[in-house]
């Protein structure tokens, strides 16, 4: 005598994000990360994390462009690796190769479009270098605690919320502090970008009041960033608080030295 089966057909639901999801995503995660990274995990989206990369492109840039705008930037005949020699006399910032006197010959760059657009070239490049390495650094602390990494694709890409934050209150916090400033930098000739913005930075950090409220902004976000990290471990990788602590401070550490290490091989810090 036979039975009648019933097949009951069991289809994982998938809530529909809309691109407004994904930019409020973006604006909040970096800060309330514990209530909006289970949203994400419930309903993950691919769209939010390359917002966020596009925002962290554009902050990155942002920020050197507030401290080179009004820049003049030269270039010496000498080809000679030297430290950078700093003069700052009234609200000017003379930064030269220490091997050369002012006097020598120097050819100023008269258009910087070509210098600024291959900087924001670099801003992409490095944010989504930022994305990989956090990435890797949760995964991997993730699995030695023995937590879930199956979401981490998507919620790696929203922890850069919080970096959006950071390098925009660090530009206007640049731009505040640099607008009754006039920066001229005389480089070898041939330097690449790299050099240039390092003599920019080398001339910023003599500035006291400057390198105090940087260092302050920058153990803030330190912290901030560590705690993002943290809410994404515990929230995303199913970690008890206790273990998402030690991991987020490892997935930090880990992900800033293959940051380090990537900037340093594309010769873009």
């Not at 407004?20 to 909006?36: A, H, N, W």
């Not at 760059?109 to 657009?117: G, P, S, W």
């Not at 990494?149 to 925009?168: A, D, N, P, Q, R």
């Not at 530009?171 to 041939?190: D, E, F, N, Q």
Request: glycine share 6%.
């Amino acid at each position: 005598m036979s039975k009648d089966k019933e097949i009951v057909y069991i289809e994982e639901y998938k809530e529909e994000v809309s691109i407004y999801d994904s930019i409020k995503r973006v604006i909040l995660t970096g800060l309330l990360p514990f209530e909006y990274l289970e949203d994400i995990v419930i309903a993950p989206d691919i769209l939010g994390p390359f917002i966020c990369i596009l925002l962290l492109s554009l902050t990155n840039f942002f920020y050197i462009y507030m401290f080179s705008y009004n820049a003049v930037i030269g270039y010496t005949k000498n080809t000679g690796f030297a430290f950078p020699a700093i003069n700052i006399s009234d609200n000017t910032i003379l930064v030269y190769p220490s091997n050369i006197t002012i006097s020598s010959e120097v050819l100023f760059l008269k258009d910087k479009n070509v210098f600024l657009t291959r900087i924001y070239s670099d801003t992409i490049m490095l944010s989504l270098a930022i994305w990989l390495a956090t990435f890797i650094g949760m995964y991997l602390s993730s699995k030695v605690l023995g937590g879930e990494t199956k979401s981490f694709t998507y919620i790696s890409g929203y922890v850069l919320s919080s970096k959006i934050y950071e390098y925009l209150t660090r530009a206007i916090i640049t731009y505040v502090l640099l607008r009754s400033y006039s920066i001229k930098i005389i480089v070898p000739y041939g330097s690449n970008v790299k050099m240039i913005v390092s003599y920019i930075v080398a001339g910023i950090n003599k500035i006291g009041e400057i390198m105090l409220l940087l260092k302050g902004h920058q153990v803030f976000f330190i912290i901030w960033n560590t705690i993002v990290i943290i809410a994404a471990l515990n929230v995303g990788g199913r970690l008890s608080m206790k273990r998402a602590i030690i991991g987020g401070i490892i997935a930090y550490i880990i992900a800033g030295g293959l940051y380090l290490l990537f900037s340093r091989f594309y010769n873009m810090l």
